[in-house]
């Protein structure tokens, strides 16, 4: 380990230290609310500030296990503004319930450093090890509300399957080790081009691998049919955890997948890319079919989390169609549901703000005459998330169906795309029906009984606003983000 | 060119009403009035503006003018593009005509939550003209789907009993058709780009419609992205069997929503068959065509005789635009000169007729709060005036000759004689129903003894007040202008139609053996 290794580790080792950093401020000043968030706030500068200057020149540490190239700037930008929106949503939710802001901040940029150091490892064990980093904390925030039920029981369910899959994981992990005998990721990619080069049909051991991993990942990202413990998880949660969780281990799992399938596997990508394509054609149709039936918001937002899910892999599986449009296109959509999903969750969690107020369809019933900022900016958000322009989420929709399109046009497997962006668009139709329905609720009915107006703290306000305006300029102005998106995606390709 | 040219006139008539959407936002809630005055003068203002377009359009070719390019994502080519034809102009003018008349019309029905539906209104009318001149697919694309949100909000807060069902089952139609035209324009983008090695122009209108008459969006592709692009049009227009919304939605919208909806958002569709559909697929256009006209005549057959079974007279109204849209479509597809002008000038008299028509309806439903046929009777002498117009538009819809309406189907029957004798036959047969079912209705309505009903309306059923006279007359009077003068309309459009059908007429149909 030499001092250039921590040069480029930089931002993950500011992470730790920030989090280290909030519980010595909590040791000093328990319960208070105002440092710790200080110090979470700043640290994040902070770390966000040396992600910038790090991104500036592609690196590697520790004998290439860990690389700092565009794809990772960009993915730990996503990642630290990930965390720095819950943050923004969670104390108003938290204090309410007496829950402490402090741990939470600290769990949560735990979970942040694990992401960042998952997004980029150059080799399976790192890539392991920043996968456990992020999901364990996540574990913590879903039980956060220990003297709630619910919330324990998701926090179960979430774990045990958690775990479950990564176990699957590791196994698959170690088949691919086993017969390529490297760890690094630019090794196995080498091993396996030589294999794939000499013609020779799939090993049985590297066919039960791929599949072992293909279903560990497909837990992490909640692809159907490995989604079960999503609605759960969701709905128990407290709710500016449920959009972190919907958000950041669901970005950090892609970022999984890029670096293994796109990096690792990529010569396989032939073998793997159909098991893609499935995924995403039963994901967004489930997700989207099971959402339409729900009256509870959040449990229909964690339905259509699993959707978006969907319209993701079709980007995926456009570029293991040989289209680096489609990776530019994940990325995009990344960055678009990040800000849309947080935003929506960010509204449901402001109104959920006293406890004992449910998120069903009937809290949403005469918002725009209660609360009408809040209903505004939903609409915003779920138009967003629906994929009407002008809005990033159309955006990020015309760009993974651009990449289907194309890779229908010219790959091998070109109908199939092309069916799956039919299917994609059809699936935002449906999607239009239950979104639309909280619009209904909000817009078209009368509340039931008298309902309290709620005062929301300033912060709410503040992220509310940065995710409502970035949902709009990623839409009416893509410009900004296609270049960064173009080279962290060429990074990979 | 006059001393406008300097100025970006139709990106100003395009965000005016956005500009007024957003001073509503700042008015204070409290004062209903505020917000219906400031919408009424933006509209207005709108529409001054686009009047000094039309007047300072140069009416000698089918060359778009008052061109404005902004490059705006420059990765796939696109950019913020407007400008107008003779086409896209004509119908410019109707829907800022139509929006402020339907505003005016709005300020007695519409008594709650005034200042979100006169934002909603001004937003739908940025869509509409937007729509009308993006020269970008994608930015055509953005304004269609721009439509929907503030219809969807106008249909489901102010509407009637149903309006709920109402308007998502007209979003969930819209928005299938539509996203299914998003595959298609980004295929036909992409092949642009395979084709031309360059993403340049790869949205483009023109470049597009240049890179489809050497016959490169032909063959199978041709086939199927027309079939994409008609769906979303033919949703929209609607043509049957894809009408089912429509009458739902006139029935449930509030009365200034029908009006716009039957002027200017079923022209929607009809106006991107002639500027995309058409020109874009030449060769899959003629394919399609035979199925088109057939679907068309059904849908022109199929209006008129629910029409005449209708116990409402709002649903009634809906179903006579279902079938006088067939004409459209029908005028559209026989690719022949007088045809196409027919359709378009259709489209225009069916947006001035039938919206004066929905405001009609809307009058009588407002002191009556029924709507119901059977009930009504003897308005021609406790409300003379009214019967009067009434009777006038009932006219007009018919296709009196002197009423615009007869000089659009009539254009569009010598259009289709000359091509299929058969389908011109069949369609002159249904005027004659659409004269029973219409002027049956006007007998029933204005004729005979006050009905029982009206009486125990007692003195609520006044005449038509002067504001409501103020929406009707300018409609009135173009529909007598355009009737004794057609050619005011006709010049404006005829170097568009030779553009779309230029196409038509260079290429040759793909045979696919199917309907042979």
Redesign the interface.
């Known amino acids: 380990m030499s001092f250039s290794d921590i040069v480029t580790l930089a931002p993950f080792v500011a992470a730790v230290l920030v989090a280290a950093a909030i519980i010595v401020v909590d040791f000093i000043a328990p319960g208070r609310k105002v440092p710790a968030l200080a110090v979470t706030f700043i640290g994040l500068a902070l770390v966000a500030a040396l992600t910038v200057v790090t991104g500036q020149t592609s690196s590697t540490a520790f004998n290439g296990a860990y690389v700092v190239d565009p794809l990772t700037t960009f993915l730990d930008m996503l990642f630290v503004a990930i965390v720095a929106l819950t943050v923004a949503f969670a104390p108003d939710y938290l204090e309410q319930r007496t829950l402490p802001v402090a741990e939470f901040n600290a769990v949560l940029v735990f979970a942040m450093s694990g992401a960042m150091l998952l997004a980029g490892s150059a080799d399976l064990l790192v890539l392991f090890l920043g996968l456990e980093l992020m999901v364990l904390p996540g574990y913590v925030l879903a039980g956060y509300h220990k003297s709630d039920g619910f919330s324990t029981e998701g926090a179960i369910k979430y774990f045990l399957l958690g775990s479950f899959s990564s176990a699957i994981f590791l196994f698959g992990l170690a088949f691919v080790w086993g017969l390529t005998g490297t760890t690094r990721i630019e090794g196995v990619s080498q091993s396996l081009a030589a294999m794939a080069a000499g013609g020779a049909a799939l090993s049985p051991g590297l066919g039960m691998g791929l599949a072992f991993l293909t279903t560990g990942v497909a837990f992490k990202i909640a692809a159907v049919p490995f989604h079960y413990w999503t609605p759960d998880a969701y709905q128990g949660s407290p709710t500016p955890v449920t959009g972190y969780l919907s958000v950041g281990p669901k970005v950090g799992a892609f970022a999984l997948i890029i670096r293994l399938f796109a990096g690792a596997l990529g010569p396989l990508a032939a073998d793997w890319s159909i098991m893609f394509m499935v995924l995403a054609a039963l994901t967004m149709t489930l997700g989207n079919l099971v959402a339409l039936t729900q009256d509870n918001v959040k449990r229909m937002l964690a339905y259509s989390s699993i959707a978006h899910t969907g319209y993701m892999l079709v980007g995926f599986a456009a570029f293991a169609a040989g289209q680096i449009r489609g990776m530019e296109g994940l990325l995009y959509y990344m960055a678009a549901y990040t800000f849309m999903n947080l935003g929506a969750f960010g509204v449901v969690s402001a109104l959920q703000k006293r406890p004992g107020i449910t998120s069903n369809l009937s809290t949403f019933a005469g918002l ?1 005459r209660r609360e009408p900022k809040l209903a505004l900016l939903l609409t915003l958000f779920l ?1 967003s998330l629906t994929g ?3 809005t990033a989420g ?1 955006f990020g929709k ?1 760009y993974v ?2 990449a289907a ?2 890779a ?3 790959s091998a497997t070109g109908g199939w795309m ?1 069916g799956l ?2 299917l994609a ?2 699936n ?2 449906v999607a ?2 239950y979104y ?2 909280v ?2 609720y909000m ?2 009915r009368d509340q039931a009984g008298d309902v309290p107006v709620l005062r929301h703290g300033r912060l709410v306000w503040a992220g509310l606003a940065v995710t409502a305006a970035v949902t709009v300029v990623l839409g009416l102005f ?2 900004v983000l ?1 270049d960064i998106v ?1 080279k962290a995606a060429a990074a990979i390709g | 060119m006059t001393a406008l040219s300097g100025l970006p006139l139709v990106s100003i008539i395009t965000f005016l009403p956005l500009v007024g959407a957003i001073v509503i936002a700042f008015t204070p809630s409290g004062r209903p009035n505020v917000a219906r005055y400031t919408a009424l003068a933006f509209a207005l203002l709108t529409w001054v503006v686009s009047l000094g377009l039309l007047v300072s359009f140069v009416a000698t070719n089918g060359d778009f003018q008052f061109v404005e390019t902004q490059s705006w994502i420059p990765m796939f080519g696109i950019q913020y593009k407007v400008g107008v034809d003779g086409l896209s102009l004509v119908l410019v003018v109707l829907t800022t005509t139509l929006t402020w008349i339907s505003i005016l019309a709005s300020f007695s029905p519409i008594q709650n939550r005034v200042k979100e539906y006169m934002i909603s209104f001004l937003v739908l009318e940025v869509g509409m003209i937007g729509v009308f001149v993006a020269m970008d697919l994608f930015l055509f694309y953005i304004f269609w789907e721009l439509v929907l949100v503030p219809m969807y909000l106008i249909i489901g807060i102010w509407g009637g009993r149903n309006r709920i069902y109402a308007t998502i089952k007209f979003v969930l139609y819209t928005l299938v058709g539509s996203l299914l035209m998003l595959v298609a324009i980004l295929a036909t983008a992409f092949t642009y780009e395979t084709v031309t090695g360059s993403w340049t122009g790869a949205f483009d209108m023109q470049a597009l419609t240049a890179f489809a008459a050497q016959g490169n969006l032909a063959g199978t592709f041709g086939v199927v992205a027309f079939a994409a692009f008609a769906l979303a049009f033919a949703i929209k227009v609607p043509m049957f069997p894809f009408h089912t919304w429509l009458p739902d939605a006139h029935v449930e919208a509030p009365t200034a929503g029908s009006v716009i909806l039957a002027a200017v958002l079923l022209k929607l569709g009809g106006y991107g068959f002639i500027r995309l559909a058409v020109p874009l697929f030449p060769e899959a256009a003629q394919t399609w065509a035979p199925v088109i006209i057939v679907l068309s005549l059904v849908a022109i057959i199929y209006g008129a005789i629910v029409a005449l079974v209708q116990p409402d007279l709002k649903k009634l109204v809906a179903y006579s635009s279902v079938s006088h849209m067939g004409f459209v479509t029908l005028g559209i597809f026989v690719f022949q000169q007088q045809g196409m002008q027919g359709a378009i000038l259709q489209m225009v008299n069916h947006g001035l007729i039938t919206g004066a028509l929905f405001l009609l309806v809307g009058v009588i439903y407002e002191r009556t709060h029924d709507r119901t046929i059977a009930k009504m009777g003897g308005l021609g002498a406790k409300t003379p005036v009214y019967a009067a117009a009434f009777g006038f538009f009932v006219f007009a819809s018919v296709g009196l000759p002197g009423l615009s309406g007869f000089v659009g189907e009539f254009l569009v029957l010598v259009g289709t004689f000359t091509t299929s004798p058969a389908a011109a036959a069949v369609a002159t047969f249904v005027m004659i129903l659409a004269a029973g079912y219409l002027l049956w209705m006007f007998q029933r309505v204005a004729f005979g003894e006050l009905s029982d009903f009206l009486k125990g309306i007692g003195d609520h059923l006044t005449d038509l007040r002067p504001v409501e006279a103020l929406t009707l007359v300018p409609l009135g009077a173009l529909v007598v202008v355009f009737g004794l003068f057609p050619g005011l309309i006709l010049d404006l459009i005829a170097g568009s139609v030779t553009h779309a059908l230029a196409a038509v007429q260079q290429a040759a149909p793909i045979a696919l053996g199917l309907w042979r």
């Open positions: 725009i138009l009407i322009p002008p159309f015309f169906i651009l399109v194309e229908g046009q010219t092309t962006a039919i668009v059809l935002a139709a239009a029906f639309l329905r619009v209904v817009f078209m893509p410009n296609l173009g």
